[in-house]
């Protein structure tokens, strides 16, 4: 076996096998476009990378690699409780389960008094931190004026904020950062993210007595998205971006924090587990991309997570940790070709629209248009998942009727636009109409089936489990059958033929009180239909949101 060899394969041999493959297709289906404006190709080659970056590429595997702040990735926990007894109880354990930086948003439960401050304290000095407080004033940052003055220079952390923060006698806690979350939560894309953060350092510098003095108290916050290699990307172009923006400033680059979370743009209210799969995907991405903190977030954040399932968020990054052995790699994502072109995309595409900021005064210059962009990035991700061009499992796909809305809500995301939200409103609309939905399904199993349960898939996203009416085999049987069915809606599942065969006869005697749709395409059918009496048409790639509003309004129509 060592001493066979195979005979190395050329792009272009490699591509007339692909076309022959597609059977006809065009080559360029097979090129897929991001929502950042980036072509992704089907094969990256060495050759192609080189000749894209040619001495460049060197450069940006060094300057990743000597840009990285820490030797490996923190656990940063969120701590949660409902009272300060559970508080300090969930803080004690999660510090004994291996959490290294403790997490706290200060819009906690109860009140902050002298007691719990002081107690606070104490760990502070012990252990690393990261805060994420509403502005100067908020209540938690009384912490730090109660440690002991001998031991300030002993705490380190990180404090996310509104705000500047001046905390004079804490040289290693940051407080300058650029926080890119809350426009991420809003929908911005990787390159925007990353233009962000220039240009929120762009504005703290300039404030600064030097680039050293800024950078010793800066870090970056990320949250990091289910596109995989995307957000692996997305993280090592910001260390590249990092030092041409040291450069833009005249400064030798100096290595800054990296601290990152799961983005709970994807999270979803029903069938919550899924999310634990998305935070896991997140969580190998920051990794690998190199960020030094990270924040799981549990599967349940979006209501009230329990002990176990923040358990289990932390178990995600101790696997990750002692078990994966990619952080036993430095930049262990450096040297693939696709990554690497990625990288080099967004970095050219960032700097171009931080450059763009700067020119129009800087990001409070620029504000509006900047949430103008990103409104139009929110409105692309929402028609995709509403489309299902892109998937939220057990949301707009896969979806499981049965599950629950939980009734709380967690406040710390209440703001985030999830791509979720329009199918967790559907659900209760049609929760509150109570309507009775069916699917009359016509001619053999094996016939309508298809179609019956693309039909039934379209309605679980909204919560519902379509009754059917079981095989019917002759136009007669199906008007009798609808004639006598107590139901709101029925769709027809049928093939092409039986279908244009049935809908003409059904339309005759329809029940006023019945909104008759039919499974499929039927373009030059549709106008002479929809005349008659049809409500509609359900096909694939159709826009879901649209489409199941439009029926709750037909009902209500009917009902009047």
């Keep these: 076996m060592k001493e066979i060899q195979f005979p190395a394969a050329s792009y272009e041999q490699w591509k007339e096998q692909a076309i022959a493959a597609l059977k006809g297709k065009p080559f360029e289906s097979l090129f897929t476009k991001t929502i950042e404006g980036v072509t992704l190709e089907p094969l990256y080659t060495q050759e192609m990378l080189v000749e894209k970056l040619g001495d460049q590429l060197e450069k940006q595997v060094a300057t990743i690699r000597t840009l990285s702040a820490t030797n490996g990735l923190q656990i940063a926990q969120h701590i949660t409780g409902d009272s300060p007894e559970k508080f300090f109880a969930h803080l004690d354990d999660s510090l004994a389960r291996g959490n290294k ?14 007691q719990i401050i002081a107690k606070l304290s104490d760990y502070l000095t012990e252990y690393s931190f990261k805060f994420i407080v509403e502005n100067a004033n908020d209540p938690i940052l009384a912490v730090f004026n109660v ?54 350092a762009a504005k703290q510098v300039k404030a600064a007595a030097s680039y050293e003095a800024f950078a010793s108290k800066f870090f970056v916050n990320f949250a990091i998205d289910t596109q995989f290699f995307a957000e692996i990307a997305k993280l090592r172009a910001f260390k590249v971006l990092w030092k041409a923006f040291a450069n833009g400033v005249g400064a030798e680059a100096i290595s800054v924090p990296v601290v990152a979370e799961t983005s709970v743009r994807s999270f979803s209210k029903v069938d919550v587990y899924v999310n634990l799969l998305r935070a896991g995907n997140e969580a190998f991405a920051g990794a690998i991309g190199g960020a030094d903190v990270f924040t799981v977030h549990p599967h349940d954040v979006l209501s009230k997570p329990t002990t176990t399932s923040t358990r289990i968020a932390q178990n995600v990054l101790l696997v990750i940790n002692e078990e994966s052995q990619v952080l036993n790699v430095l930049d262990p994502a450096g040297g693939s070709y696709f990554i690497e072109s990625l990288t080099a995309d967004y970095v050219k595409a960032a700097w171009a629209l931080f450059l763009e900021i700067e020119e129009a005064g800087g990001i409070d210059a620029y504000a509006d248009t900047l ?36 009734t709380e809500e967690n406040v710390q995301f209440a703001d985030v636009k999830r791509l979720a939200i329009p199918f967790e409103n559907l659900r209760k609309e049609f929760a509150a109409a109570n309507a009775k939905i069916a699917v009359l399904t016509f001619g053999e199993l094996k016939n309508f089936k298809p179609r019956a349960d693309f039909v039934a898939g379209f309605f679980n996203t909204a919560g519902i489990t379509p009754e059917q009416s079981g095989a019917i085999d002759t136009i007669d049987a199906a008007k009798a059958w609808l004639a006598q069915a107590d139901f709101n809606y029925v769709c027809i599942a049928a093939t092409d033929d039986d279908t244009k065969a049935l809908v003409p006869a ?33 096909f694939a790639g159709q826009n879901i949101i649209e489409k199941l509003n439009a029926v709750t309004a037909s009902m209500k129509e009917v009902q009047r």
């Design 101 to 114: 930086v403790i997490t706290i948003d200060s819009r906690l439960p109860f009140a902050l008094d002298e």
């Design 147 to 200: 440690i002991e003055e001998g031991k300030r220079t002993n705490v380190e952390g990180y404090i996310l904020s509104n705000d500047a923060i001046d905390l004079a006698d804490y040289p290693n806690v940051r407080t300058s950062v650029a926080n890119t979350v809350p426009s991420h939560n809003d929908g911005a894309n990787a390159v925007q993210e990353l233009a962000i953060a220039l240009a929120l």
């Design 506 to 538: 059904l339309l005759e005697d329809k029940p006023a009180h019945i909104v008759l749709d039919a499974a499929g395409k039927f373009k030059e059918e549709a106008d002479t239909w929809t005349a008659q009496g049809l409500n509609g048409f359900i």
């Design 371 to 406: 949430a103008a962009q990103i409104a139009d990035v929110y409105a692309q991700r929402i028609k995709a998942v509403e489309t299902r061009k892109h998937s939220l499992i057990g949301t707009n796909i896969y979806a499981n009727p049965a599950d629950e809305l939980p």
